[in-house]
């Protein structure tokens, strides 16, 4: 079975500073990986996803993740944090070998970026 | 093109009603999922449509039901609410079942349950 954890259910992090979402998978095959953020009230955006290729993905408003293998990590980074970055964050997978398998998304990170 | 679109934005019932939600996905994608979001219990897949056909199903009672149109458009419903129902209803599409891009989701559908 698919499972996804993001074991921080809060990151705090001054504006300007790095910012680090942490996300770990287990699937039985390959992965894909994903990244989604939500606002208040509204649905949630996708901001990136791994599929193969480059370990390291750039993708929606300056964000990027890296794909690590052997850790089953998929950590998203932003080099410098934007008080508008304040959102809540969800990590994704899907088993590439199940096409009938659903996305199972973690439980959420809550990231707030102070001024 | 438009977006995932559902309807309505925000609803209250009280309990032992029956709801109604709709989406329409973007068009060309023929693959509706629903998700079901609280607090405490996070992002539940609740199931998936493809070519008006339920493909895959969470783990939810049978109260919690769909279906998929020829347009594709969708629809869940939920019969004989409870207080736990109240949570926030997202709808989501993609190309295909087996395509390998993301799920592109809608605003969401809020349901109170007094």
């Known amino acids: 079975a698919q499972s996804v954890a993001q074991p921080e259910d809060q990151v705090n992090v001054a504006e300007g500073n790095p910012l680090t979402v942490k996300c770990t998978y287990s699937?039985?095959?390959?992965?894909?990986l994903f990244w989604y953020v939500q606002y208040p009230n509204r649905g949630l955006q996708f901001l990136l996803k791994?599929?193969?290729?480059?370990?390291l993905v750039k993708g929606s408003y300056g964000f990027e993740a890296e794909f690590n293998k052997s850790q089953t990590s998929f950590h998203l980074k932003k080099p410098s944090a934007l008080v508008s970055d304040s959102a809540l964050y969800f990590c994704?997978?899907?088993?590439?070998?199940?096409?009938?398998?659903?996305?199972?998304f973690g439980p959420g990170t809550r990231l707030s970026v102070l001024p | 093109k438009a977006g995932v679109t559902q309807t309505p934005r925000y609803l209250i019932k009280t309990r032992g009603q029956q709801v109604t939600l709709s989406c329409s996905p973007i068009?060309?994608?023929?693959?509706v999922s629903w998700y079901q979001q609280t607090p405490g219990q996070g992002l539940q897949f609740l199931f998936e449509?493809?070519?008006?056909?339920?493909?895959n199903k969470g783990n939810f009672p049978g109260r919690f039901s769909g279906r998929q149109f020829s347009n594709s458009r969708s629809e869940m419903n939920v019969s004989t609410l409870e207080l736990g129902d109240s949570a926030l209803y997202l709808c989501?599409?993609?190309?295909?079942?087996?395509?390998?891009?993301?799920?592109?989701f809608g605003e969401g559908s809020r349901l109170t349950v007094l």
């Open positions: 791994y599929i193969t290729g480059d370990n």
């Open positions: 449509y493809f070519s008006e056909t339920q493909r």
């Open positions: 994704a997978v899907r088993d590439i070998n199940n096409y009938g398998q659903n996305f199972v």
């Open positions: 068009s060309g994608h023929r693959s």
């Open positions: 989501a599409s993609r190309p295909t079942e087996t395509n390998t891009g993301e799920l592109f």
């Open positions: 699937v039985s095959g390959n992965p894909y």
